[in-house]
């Protein structure tokens, strides 16, 4: 998102190619990076676009080898493993877009599981709880393992991820930002960039910070995702991380040719045998 912006203010900045075209450069291969040189690309053919009448030129800077960022597939044997980013949510509006836009084997709810196994909380040194095999269910075992607070809980993400989304609707307008606090504060999240994921849980619903939906619950999903704590992370990053898991795990769904078919495709990279 904000890498769309930062690229939509630049153009009126950006230098000419001897023949005629605005050179764009796009820093990252990632998600965010790849999603932009789709997106410009893509208003390039809509005659209502801001781009409609621009030759745009656009260079894509990697530092790495491949195209991806934290979604990375990799072959294991006979088996395709997904490191890092692993699945998205229906809630993600770009990324359920372009699983289907770009035709992707789709894997969702218990077909998922069958496919890919449950997930549960590992210790370090031993599982501590599994998700029931039953994907409906999940939220009432949560809610028998960490108590009542998990209610709470829920309801503050559900209100984060209402103000979070907005950002799509902004966006369909052609709105932009001269910064990321602008955006922020607009969409009224400006205060999760401010403290940890700790500290807004205890802000906002008083929880204990050393209870187990914190250190086991939370903990788990965090180092998971980002390899941080909730301690450390700041809450608007952990507050997206935890979105699944309040939407429901029927949400969340997973490309069977690997999540890092979205950035390549995205980019125009074919991806690499």
């Known amino acids: 998102i904000v890498l ?9 900045r950006g230098q000419e190619t001897p023949n005629g075209q605005l050179r764009v450069g796009v820093i990252g291969g990632g998600f965010g990076g790849s999603g932009v040189v789709h997106w410009l690309v893509d208003q390039q053919k809509n005659t209502d ?12 800077w990697e530092k790495d080898n491949r195209i991806g960022g934290r979604s990375y597939s ?5 088996w395709s493993f997904d490191i890092g980013g692993a ?3 229906e809630a993600n509006r770009y990324g359920t877009k372009f699983g289907a836009e770009f035709n992707l084997t789709r894997i969702t709810g218990s077909k998922r599981i069958n496919k890919y196994g449950t997930e549960g909380v590992w210790s370090g040194k031993e599982i501590l709880w599994q998700f029931p095999s039953n994907p409906w269910i999940a939220p009432l075992a949560i809610l ?8 709470k809980f829920r309801t503050a993400v559900t209100a984060f991820k209402e103000q979070f989304i907005q950002i799509y609707d902004r966006q369909d307008t052609q709105q932009a930002y001269t910064s990321p606090e602008d955006m922020f504060k607009d969409l009224g999240l400006q205060e999760y960039t401010q403290r940890t994921m700790t500290d807004e849980l205890v802000r906002l619903m008083g929880v204990d910070p050393n209870s187990k939906l914190v250190q086991e619950f939370l903990a788990g999903l965090l180092r998971g995702n980002y390899n941080q704590n909730p301690d450390t992370i700041n809450a608007l990053a952990g507050f997206v991380g935890v979105i699944p898991v309040v939407d429901g795990v029927h949400t969340i769904w997973q490309a069977d040719e690997g999540m890092s078919e979205i950035p390549a495709v995205c980019s125009n990279v074919p991806k690499p045998i």
Request: hydrophobic share 55%; no cysteine.
């Open 49 to 60: 676009g801001p781009f409609s009448e621009m030759a745009l030129s656009i260079d894509l």
């Open 4 to 12: 769309i912006i930062a690229i939509v203010l630049g153009l009126t």
């Open 87 to 89: 699945w998205l949510v």
């Open 144 to 151: 028998w393992r960490y108590g009542l607070g998990f209610l």
């Open 74 to 78: 990799t072959q294991v044997s006979d």
